[in-house]
């Protein structure tokens, strides 16, 4: 059974471009989360999604930033018009229903330039 | 607002003895508390976790006690191991709040090194 697996592992955007990043749970995790760990920082809850529905979001940015976990393919963060503060490890976690364990990915790391 | 904390950002324990990370949490909805365990350019790892109905749990090496009262949680690790050099977090969940997700509140890390 695969692990939760982030794409890309890094990636580099100049200011003002767009970022994707690319999350698929675990086999059989309805729940996919993510979090944010900026330098020397703690990991920050950005948005919690199941297939298709934004259950929480309340850890968002409210602009630039978006999520969706479609009913097929892996869950997605966007990042528009990324700034130097974008700059930062987001990392995806998976969990099954009801279950208190998030396992999570080996995270992407976002540098802007 | 740090819900929770982990004021000890440094550890330095020798192999074979006890380590020690404590953690304190300041929101009473807190039902469920986890220990994650993170190396450099990685995820985080699941360690051990613990219900607010309990004060203890056991894992082999690693016991993580809960004392509710103080809002506080520790992790013990004995024997500590060179390969348990990594960062540790301690992190928080209210479930009702969440209908049954897992959002986690993290703290900031607690770096343990092991020496020889």
């Known amino acids: 059974n695969a692990g939760v697996m982030q794409n890309p592992r890094h990636l580099v955007r100049r200011r003002g471009q767009e970022a994707r990043l690319r999350c698929s749970p675990m086999?059989?995790?309805?729940?996919v989360y993510w979090y944010r760990q900026l330098p020397e920082e703690g990991l920050k809850f950005m948005v919690y999604?199941?297939?298709?529905?934004?259950?929480?979001e309340s850890g968002m940015p409210k602009e630039r930033f978006s999520a969706e976990f479609p009913k097929e393919g892996p869950s997605i963060l966007r990042i528009q018009q990324v700034v130097r503060g974008d700059s930062a490890a987001y990392f995806c976690?998976?969990?099954?229903?009801?279950?208190?364990?998030?396992?999570f990915g080996q995270g992407t790391r976002l540098t802007v330039v | 607002d740090q819900q929770v904390k982990q004021n000890s950002p440094s550890l330095s324990v020798q192999e074979g003895r006890i380590s020690i990370l404590n953690c304190d949490y300041t929101?009473?909805?807190?039902?469920?508390f986890l220990w994650y365990k993170k190396y450099p350019a990685e995820g985080p790892t699941f360690l051990i976790s613990?219900?607010?109905?309990?004060d203890k749990n056991e894992d082999g090496r690693f016991t993580v006690f809960l004392n509710k009262s103080a809002k506080h949680l520790s992790l013990h690790i004995v024997p500590s191991q060179p390969g348990d050099s990594a960062v540790y977090f301690c992190?928080?969940?209210?479930?009702?709040?969440?209908?049954?997700?897992?959002?986690?509140?993290f703290g900031t890390g607690t770096q343990l090194k092991v020496e020889l």
């Open positions: 976690a998976s969990s099954p229903w009801m279950n208190t364990e998030a396992f």
């Open positions: 086999k059989g995790h309805s729940h």
């Open positions: 999604l199941q297939k298709e529905n934004i259950i929480d």
């Open positions: 929101n009473s909805m807190f039902d469920y």
């Open positions: 613990i219900s607010s109905i309990k």
């Open positions: 992190a928080a969940s209210a479930k009702l709040l969440t209908g049954g997700g897992n959002k986690l509140t």
